[in-house]
C-alpha cells in the first residue's frame, strides 16, 4: 500500500511522510470530535433519567406538582451557578477583601 501511494505522489518520501501525517491528525481531531459529542450527549441522557428518577420519587411521596417544578427549578439554578461559579466570579473572588466573602475576617 506504501508503495502504491509512493508511486502515486511520485516516490517523494517526504510527501508521502506528510500526507500519512496530515491524515493521522484529521482521523485523530475527528475522533475527538466525536468522542466529544457522545459523551456530551450521554451526560444528558444521565441528567434526564436522574431527573426522572427524581420527579418519580417525588410523586410516589406525594409531593405536588408546583412543589415538584420548584425542586427542579432550583436544581437547575444551582447547576448552573455552580458552573458559572468556575469561571468569572472565581477570577472576580481575588480583587475583593475576604471579608465581602462572608467569612467574617
Known amino acids: 500500500m506504501l508503495t502504491s501511494l509512493s508511486d502515486a505522489l511520485g516516490g517523494e518520501p517526504e510527501l508521502v511522510l506528510a500526507v500519512i501525517l496530515g491524515t493521522a491528525g484529521m482521523a485523530t481531531a475527528v475522533l475527538i470530535s466525536l468522542g466529544v459529542v457522545i459523551v456530551r450527549e450521554w451526560r444528558k441522557v444521565r441528567q434526564m433519567e436522574c431527573e426522572t428518577s427524581l420527579k418519580q ?17 432550583a436544581s437547575r439554578r444551582s447547576r448552573k451557578s455552580f458552573a458559572w461559579s468556575w469561571t468569572d466570579s472565581s477570577r472576580a473572588k481575588w480583587k475583593t477583601p475576604v471579608a465581602d466573602h462572608g467569612l467574617g475576617r
Open 57 to 73: 420519587e417525588m410523586l410516589d411521596r406525594g409531593m405536588s406538582a408546583e412543589e415538584i417544578a420548584t425542586v427542579i427549578s
